[in-house]
């Protein structure tokens, strides 16, 4: 059963944006030259934005669980090994092609308080990304090397 990830806003993702604004309306608050209020109230505007369209984080849509993604390219001509590979022992996979061309891609989803990895591999076909394998699922500490 494939397992559908949905962009959720991270922790990371309140922070920023939580830090941007408090720091405008300080800036804004303080009795300082007019520049200072201007750039406060462009800092709070950049906090409000990011917290509406900022989302790095994703979850399992049937369990709610949090998980973080990785992405790795390769180029074309890795497909059939990273495909077999990622089927068996997804820790054997050669990280030095890595960023040598994009016409593939490795998923990564991952949470460690889970102690899961879901693996799966596409390919580049003109606009998008195609699944081209399964989603395989492994224990964290056998997709640790890709996670990195």
């Known amino acids: 059963m494939e397992k559908n990830f949905i962009r959720v806003r991270s922790a990371k993702d309140m922070t920023i944006s939580g830090i941007l ?3 405008g309306c300080i800036l804004v608050a ?3 030259a007019t520049s200072v209020n201007i750039l406060g109230f462009f800092m709070i505007f950049a906090g409000i934005l990011l917290i509406l369209m900022m989302k790095t984080g994703w979850k399992d849509a049937e369990s709610g669980q949090k998980y ?3 992405e790795r390219f390769f180029a074309q001509n890795m497909h059939n090994e990273i495909a077999e590979r990622i089927a068996s022992r997804p820790s054997s996979v050669n990280l030095k092609e890595e960023d040598k061309g994009n016409a593939v891609r490795l998923d990564i989803y991952y949470s460690k308080q889970a102690g899961k990895a879901y693996i799966q591999l596409f390919e580049y076909i003109p606009y998008k990304y195609e699944p081209c394998t399964r989603q395989y699922e492994y224990e964290v500490a056998e997709a640790d090397k890709l996670i990195g």
């Open 30 to 32: 303080l009795p300082t």
């Open 68 to 70: 973080y993604k990785k």
């Open 21 to 23: 604004t408090i720091a």
